[in-house]
């Protein structure tokens, strides 16, 4: 059964390169993008690298913060309880999360005294190792994971599809480009009222956003 | 609190009040106390909106006193919506302030003649009982703001909306909050119907001049509290990530996992989560309300702080921030992804005093019989209206999913003893659904909430990699939780007592130096099995069999997308959960 609208696909990343986008804000402000690293955001990496190898390489994460903060992962939905043995492949999702609340909190955290009530959602152990070579992967950040590790990630640019600049733009309404300081679009200074042209029809996105000094 | 509060409602000559000493009650509270005074003096058998149910309204062992995060209070009854006992559980300020009035319980009895409407007004030195046609079918916002006025701004407010008047089974009790808003509500089981039953519109009580509850040995309390604090507040959970977020933090992960109810619990994913997260939700109250929006205590003394404010499009009050499970029922199981609609939809369930658990099942219901489409926010709207106004058509809605998909012809529908489900899809998450099919109060996810039960030594020692361990488990779960769910603390706190063997003894301590009595694991398992028990056997004497501990059978025959699951925990293990 269908399962909904799929908004990213990595393996059918369009040939045009994406369009650059950095935007400079003020204070708070770039808080305000860290949902959109919720939906998730395109890296590269190499096929058959663990979890945690490849997360550590993707930069801005630091193998104490790994072990100590995120405490829930899911690789492609699975609950996963080891992170350093777990594979990564061409078009896995993945996603960090810190400790949650209640019991499905204690539930699907990582290597948790409760998973057993998730037994059916949980990673299983795989038998055969994922083939090497360049691999795309779908990044997605949850709460305090995105509120610490999402300021650094934006500032070095994510790549995320149109729909989802799109989309969050008209989520945010006329508060989307406040507190926006200055805008380039490939290296060129735009007008905030230009971007929603400018990103009109493009299927992929680097955005950078930081704070002002 | 060492008196009880008996309200008889029916008495000769118009309503009376008598305080009476907790006798036999003694050294209980909250879920303990209203479960044992159902169990006691509650005909099972008894029509639960007549003369013979009773209303049982306690706040928790330490409420009242200064502990942090002891503001939680029970209401007890026979339920409407599942016709066996119920203990629903709310914040806000008027736990506190009965705990400091001395009243262990207030008890609403018997039933008036005819249909008068009373508020009840309760003070250290009176409890004066009015009639008030002026209150009828006033929202619970309007209540709160007339009870105001005529009382002072110090009150704290318990309340039933119109649906509660209509005595519809899925009408909440409200509790009025710090700013004096109607925005907590005990919600689940229809206790807002026997409370409109009584003729109650509302209880105001004001405990100027009380101080608060003081313990055997003060210094040991303070000390305990102290550490107990700074263990909440330096956890990830309760420290960090409640305060941000908020419940609805568990949107994008429980959407992750593939157990996310959508429309309908068609699906175990919802495409449109981003735009309802906790995440976004947090960043939209920020950013209309200003910074700090999105950290907000229920009561004096929350150190979580997970609730929030949210503001319309113009920056104006809306609602308080809904909650994980409302921002479900009415957003993702309605295929609905308009924050401010969902919004909007809490603030009328607040008002017209309804679950929103049991309100979003039910349009979800609806929207499976064609009354309206999924994802029509405005139409789902409309049908809150509807049971606001008690048309034929939000009567049905007002009762529940059950009766909705009765009249409807719908089979789909995802209820346990006739209470609707929560958040968390049981084919994903099928430990939880061990606790919706077992627990003694219908579909509930709280009732099995709190994860320390590992660390009390709970039920002795689990294996948790056994198939057979999502039974013993959800078992310890319950069992610690019902324990925990009578002291007033909120269940919030499991998380930094499982982690933190400081914060864990420190509660330990505040309990025990509160009651001058040392509580060890095996008190806790006793109580929690004591209060398991009672429940139990007044719902095998209302007419539940073991037929009941069961979920509809479509989970077991519909696979669940993306991860294509049916829930395979067998009867006879579920049979298991209470054999101790």
Known sequence: MHTGRVVMKPRNQASAAPLKLSLTMSGNAVSRFLPILGEGILLKGLGGETVEDFLLKAGAVSPV??????????????????????????????????????????????????????????????????????????????NMVARELGPEFLKQGVLVSGDQLRNFVERQGRWAWNGCLAAEADGQPVKVSQIAELVRGREWIRLSVQGSV | MDKILRINMGADGGPQAKAEPVGSYAGMGGRALTSAIVSKEVPPSCHPLSEDNKL???????????????????????????????????????????????????????????????????????????????????????????????????????????????????????????????????????????????????IVVDDTGCSARRPKEPDKFKEANKTFVAGLRKHAVTGQGLPTYGTNVLTNVINEAGAYPTKNFMWGRFDGCAKISGETQAETENTRGGEGSATHGCHRGCVIRCSGTYYDKDGHYLTKQPEYETVWAHGGNCGIDDLDAIAMLDRLDDDYGLDTIEMGATIAVAMEAGICKFGDAQGAIKLVHEVGKGTPLGRVLGNGAAVTGRVFGVERVPVVKGQSMPAYDPRGIQGIGVTYATTTQGADHTAGYAVTANILGVGGSVNPLKPEGQIELSRNLQIATAAIDSTGMCLFIAFAILDQADTFQALLDLLGSFSGQKLTADDVTALGKKILKMEREFNQKAGFTKEMDRLPDYFKKEKLPPHNITFMVKDSDLDQVFNW
């Open chain 1, 65 to 142: 913060y790994l072990k100590e903060r995120v405490q829930t992962v899911f690789l492609n939905g699975k609950a996963l309880d080891d992170f350093s043995t777990a594979q990564v492949a061409d078009g896995d999702s993945l996603a960090l999360s810190a400790a949650m609340p209640g019991l499905a909190g204690a539930v699907l955290r990582r290597g948790g005294f409760y998973a057993a009530m998730r037994r059916q959602i949980s990673h299983e152990a795989q038998t055969q190792t994922a083939a090497a070579g360049e691999i795309s992967v779908i990044l997605k950040l949850f």
């Open chain 2, 56 to 202: 049982v309204i306690a706040p928790g062992l330490l409420s009242g006193s200064a502990a942090a995060m002891s503001g939680r209070i029970s209401v007890g009854c026979k339920s409407p919506l599942t016709g066996g006992i119920k203990e629903a559980n709310a914040g806000g300020q008027p736990s506190q302030m009965i705990g400091r009035l001395g009243y262990a319980a207030i008890v609403l009895e018997g039933k008036p003649k005819d249909d008068t409407l009373y508020k009840i007004y309760i003070t250290k030195d009176k409890v004066e009982i009015k009639a008030d046609s002026s209150l009828k079918m006033l929202g619970n916002y309007a209540l709160v703001d007339k009870m105001k006025a005529q009382y002072g701004d110090k009150i704290g407010c318990i309340s039933i909306g119109p649906a509660g008047e209509m005595k519809m089974a899925g009408a909440s009790v409200a509790f009025s909050d710090m700013e004096q808003r109607p925005t907590r509500h005990a919600g689940r089981g229809g206790v807002g119907a026997v409370m409109g039953s009584k003729g109650v519109k509302a």
